[in-house]
């Protein structure tokens, strides 16, 4: 049998042990307030016992991660094909910020994950949801089957106010006819999911559905077979924008990080896996947690490959 809490320890101990943690995101300046020494992890598996290591409950911002979660939701209701005649999926190679391919591509972004592709769904949720802010929380908790996950309100005004690269994104989609809602409103619903805080654990249990082909802990199917197949297949190619490729070679599973230092991890019908690591190496990814990751299926030889 296989020791997952033995191997937990050992990649915590590794993790404190490393000088070199890379660094807190600072382009948001409430995010860097955060300092680089946390560390947590936390594994629900399918079936059996959850394992989990360190900081696993102290809540962080998921950022990029909640595109994952809009991505769900807009699929949800309205279907795949409906969307993906706004929004690519095919990886971008580029940072998860890069402006010039989505004018070079006549304002269609690369796929739902990057800013820009994830911009496109905040208008498609503006327009289909009756309060898209608190409906958005919603769907969160339900994932994650907890009611007391929320927004921070200092994180979204932070990014609101520094966000200059995305209001560009957003005018430049609005220019190509990509954005039905004024893109101050679709921003605001934009930094507001990007804020959201969530610990190891909240996350590993919102990301259940990815893994059990659509239902949650409690059993209540959010998603068809074919959406998460979807979903997962985006997170393969798109999780980690231009270290995506790195992220399948070294890890080799479906997830997506943030530049809060959170990644989620999946193998279907066997686990879903939280990593939390503030610092984050040249490409926006947390640091240690690439490298708790690959520790993590190299020592398990659990991935999908
Ligand atoms: N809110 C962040 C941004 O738009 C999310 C980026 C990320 O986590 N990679 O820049």
Known sequence: MTNFQGILDTIYETAKATKNKGEVANYIPELAKIKEDHFGMYLNKLQGE????????????????????????????LGTKNILTRVDVEPSGNPFNHLSLLEQEEGIPRNPLVNSGAIVIADILVSELKNPKEDFLQFVRDLAHDQSIQFNEKVAASEAKTGYNNFAAANLLKSFNNLNNDVEAILDFYFHQCSIEMNCKQLSDAFFPFANQGSCLKGNPHLNKNQVKRINAIMLTCGFYDEAGEFAFEVGLPGKSGVGGGIVALLPGEFTLTCWSPGLNDKGNSKLGMLALESFTTQTQLSIF
Do not use: C, R, T
């Open 50 to 77: 959850d394992y989990f290591v360190g900081e696993w409950d102290i809540p962080f911002s998921i950022q990029s991660i909640s595109k994952v979660f809009s991505l769900a939701l807009a699929f949800s209701m």
